[in-house]
């Protein structure tokens, strides 16, 4: 493999390393080493849980201009042709959080060299993709302490090429609630269904009825999804299974519609009960509200951006993805944004290789971006 740059390698070192959210142990180690290679006059630096908060001094600090970056990784079986690939079976960086710390680390050691006024405040948050760590995060001692005035986070956007950054004042991304559903009958000989309640036929008939709730209850106006990611049920082939479970997400752009899915879901789910003599489970995980990006701060950035003349940006739709970075939105004022990086597959997917140029760009537009606010106070 060819030398690659500083960052560049930075990013490969961390995408051999996934780890799921809260247990991004080797992670945290791999970031505080890097931090403690850095000149260390300006620099403060606290871990919570999993996560680290660091303090570059400003030199003459009026406000605290903050940055995050999520660390966790997901449980995919990477399918990269990388020379770099996860290093822990059945997790992969698949999610572009890899790319999210190299971006915070090279933040970091930018304003260590190069101190601005105010006091920049970079985030590394654990547990994005779950249970979402940004909520426990803003509740904690650590973060009052150095908490931002503002706040600022991208995504990766793999349909983008690179040089492209895309986002929008107001709603950026949805609602989210986690959606399991455990189905409990009985089981039996495959030959004998009559004395059976086969949770594989629950199941099926189940993630059909979900799927007409979106079509048939919520305004097509008003954006929803359901999908079911995982089922699992049955032992083996000739076995009726007396349980299932479906694991899945609800996304809207509206809370009403959250509360509407989640009430239609409950109606379906006694009928499947009545249907299928059976028992239903439901647990809703971890809920995210949307990401609301600030819009007097993101016309301000747009119009920055544009000014710049260097990128292509694009004003976007909303999207339904999650992000548990709402939660500091909802509290601070600031944004998100997307990155292009230009790969043909989309996020969490096994294949996802993003262009690793969009790393020293995406460094050098936050960098600048921060200093101009600061100077623009
Ligand atoms: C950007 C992104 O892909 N975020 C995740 C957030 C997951 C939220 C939660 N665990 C859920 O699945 O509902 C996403 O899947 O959009």
Redesign the pocket.
């Known amino acids: 493999m060819a030398t690659a740059h500083p960052f560049i390698q930075i990013r490969r070192q961390l995408h051999q390393i996934p780890e799921p959210g809260f247990q991004e142990f080797k992670t945290q180690k791999f970031l505080l080493d890097y931090l403690a290679s850095l000149p260390q006059e300006r620099l403060e630096i606290k871990t919570w849980r999993t996560g680290i908060l660091v303090k570059i001094k400003g030199r003459n600090p009026v406000k605290k201009i903050g940055w995050r970056a999520d660390m966790d990784g997901l449980p995919i079986e990477e399918d990269t042709s990388y020379e770099f690939r996860s290093q822990h079976p059945g997790f992969m960086h698949a999610?572009g959080h890899d790319l999210h710390m190299t971006i915070g680390l090279g933040i970091v050691t930018y304003f260590v060299g190069n101190p601005i006024d105010d006091d920049v405040i970079v985030v590394f948050q654990p547990a994005?993709?779950?249970?979402?760590g940004a909520k426990p995060m803003l509740e904690s001692e650590e973060f009052a302490k150095w908490r931002p005035d503002i706040i600022f986070a991208l995504?990766i956007a793999p349909e983008y090429p690179v040089g492209t950054i895309a986002t929008r004042p107001g709603i950026l991304?949805a609602n989210?609630?986690?959606l399991f559903i455990d189905l409990t009958g009985t089981g039996g000989h495959a030959a004998f269904p009559h004395l059976a309640n086969d949770m594989v036929v629950a199941a099926a008939h189940l993630v059909t009825q979900l799927q007409s709730i979106v079509a048939r209850n919520v305004d097509p106006l008003d954006s929803a999804v359901i999908t079911i990611g995982r089922i699992e049920s049955g032992t083996r082939q000739n076995i009726i299974a007396d349980k299932a479970r479906l694991e899945g997400?609800?996304?809207t752009l509206s809370i009403e519609s959250m509360q509407k899915i989640k009430s239609r879901i409950e109606s379906v789910i006694q009928g499947i009960e009545a249907g299928f003599v059976c028992k239903a489970e439901i647990d809703y995980?971890?809920?995210?509200c949307q990401v609301y990006n600030n819009e007097q701060l993101t016309s301000e950035f747009m119009n920055w951006v544009r000014s710049e003349g260097k990128y292509n940006l694009i004003e976007c739709r909303e999207a339904?993805?999650?992000?548990?970075f709402g939660y500091f939105l909802e509290e601070i004022p600031g944004f998100m944004f997307w990155l292009g990086v230009d790969t043909p597959y989309g996020?969490?997917h096994a294949k996802i290789e993003p262009n690793e140029q969009a790393i020293d760009l995406a460094i050098d537009l936050i960098c600048r971006f921060i200093e101009w606010k600061s100077n623009n106070r």
Do not use: K, V
């Open positions: 999610c994005e993709e779950g249970p979402g995504h991304f989210t609630s986690e997400t609800i996304r995980g971890s809920n995210y339904m993805t999650g992000e548990d996020l969490h």
